[in-house]
């Protein structure tokens, strides 16, 4: 008989402790649907692409004045240049470095003239006479203006901006990647 009333016992504790459980407190639930509106909507419209340049860079522009850290890529605190351009890509399932150097070995590389809304710009670090990698942004436009670039800017700006690739980023810039 006492093993009966323990069994039961044990069920009612389970059942109640499950409920509990499931119950978030307000603050976190607030918190929940902020991070499901910033999730990339799925698109169903018909591509060979799975994944559409502008679900990409909608999600890139709701990042826009998230402060710039170093070594950071995550939006509640901060991002660097590559921990941005890997955040945006990794929302939408795709394997790419936390580095910006190693960004020049994945995907495919294209020219500025063939250029795409997605590629991946690769620049030097601030210094442009120092050939070697140390930025990277994303396509955000291109039109009769040029190309405009979505990164996390350790520059004046401090945060996620857009910027034109002119003539000081056209300096610093070294290659292009399509990932997309």
């Known amino acids: 008989m006492k093993k009966i009333i323990v069994l039961i016992a044990f069920f009612i504790l389970s059942a109640t402790a ?3 459980q499931t119950i978030i407190p307000a603050q976190y639930q607030e918190l929940i649907k902020k991070l499901i509106n910033n999730l990339p909507k799925e698109d169903k419209s ?3 692409s ?3 340049s502008e679900s990409l860079i909608d999600f890139a522009k709701s990042m826009l004045g998230i402060p710039y850290r170093y070594a950071t890529s995550n939006p509640k605190v901060g991002f660097d240049c590559s921990g ?6 990794s929302n939408f399932g795709f394997k790419v470095p936390r580095s910006s150097r190693e960004f020049s070995y994945v995907g495919k590389e294209t020219s500025l003239e063939n ?4 590629d991946v710009l690769i620049f030097t670090g601030s210094n442009s006479r120092i050939r070697r990698i140390g930025h990277v942004g994303i396509v955000y436009s291109i039109d009769e203006n040029g190309i405009k670039f979505i990164h996390a800017s350790s520059g004046k700006a401090h945060q996620v901006t857009i ?8 300096a610093r810039f070294m290659k292009i990647v399509s990932i997309l």
């Open 46 to 48: 018909s591509n060979n």
């Open 163 to 170: 910027t034109d690739l002119d003539g000081h980023y056209k």
């Open 84 to 89: 941005f351009v890997s955040y945006v890509f």
């Open 50 to 52: 799975p994944v559409k």
């Open 115 to 118: 250029a795409k809304v997605g």
């Open 18 to 20: 499950g409920k509990a």
